[in-house]
């Protein structure tokens, strides 16, 4: 079985600029869940998507983040205009219930 | 909100050694915990969970102990090994969305 999948692994760009990091779910997975996290601190919550909607969004730090998950399936996360305090370490996870499955991680650096 | 504090931030033990890691969380209604471990280049993986009416669990090397009443709980692995050296979260978390509250991590270092 595959498992979360986050794509790019890596991300540099100059602040202002945009991004969008994508996340792929395990099949079947209907909770999709994003996280970030700030180099030697915590894993915050960011939002949480049950099928294609926002179940609780209550993470996400200002209207400069936008979640979308079409169709239920693969959701993206888009950071416009980026800025340096952006920066980090985003995690997506998918989970049936209670038990939650990682993705790698999408490294992003604003400078 | 919840709050979740973990010591120690870095943890170097000998192979063979046990090594401890310790929670404490503030919200008396968290009832689920689990345990992640990152190896580099990866996501978390949960290792172990324990429920608030559960007062341990252990699988194999490792180990999970939960006091409701401090609101402390703690991962025991014994006889480390160098596999072992990663990076550990604690969290807590409540019924409904079972979203977790982590702390900040546990760099476990496991010298052969």
């Known amino acids: 079985e595959a498992g979360v999948t986050q794509f790019p692994s890596h991300s540099v760009i100059e602040k202002g600029q945009t991004v969008t990091l994508r996340c792929d779910p395990i099949?079947?997975?209907?909770?999709l869940y994003w996280y970030r996290r700030v180099m030697g601190k915590e894993i915050k919550f960011l939002l949480h998507f049950v099928k294609e909607s926002k179940q609780d969004e209550s993470g996400m730090p200002n209207n400069r983040f936008l979640a979308e998950r079409t169709g239920g399936t693969y959701s993206t996360l888009k950071v416009q205009p980026a800025e340096l305090e952006d920066s980090g370490v985003y995690f997506c996870a998918s989970s049936l219930s209670y038990e939650q499955y990682f993705g790698p991680g999408t490294r992003l650096t604003v400078t | 909100g919840e709050n979740v504090e973990q010591h120690p931030s870095t943890l170097s033990v000998q192979e063979g050694d046990s090594a401890v890691i310790k929670c404490t969380y503030s919200?008396?209604?968290?009832?689920?915990f689990p345990w992640y471990k990152q190896e580099l280049g990866k996501g978390p993986q949960l290792i172990i969970d324990i429920r608030s009416n559960v007062g341990e669990k252990k699988d194999q090397r490792i180990a999970v102990t939960l006091n409701k009443t401090a609101k402390h709980f703690s991962l025991h692995i014994t006889e480390t090994q160098p596999e072992d050296s990663a990076v550990y979260f604690c969290a807590a978390s409540k019924g409904g969305s079972y979203i977790p509250t982590f702390g900040r991590g546990t760099s476990l270092i496991v010298h052969p």
């Open positions: 099949s079947g997975h209907d909770n």
């Open positions: 919200d008396s209604a968290s009832n689920y």
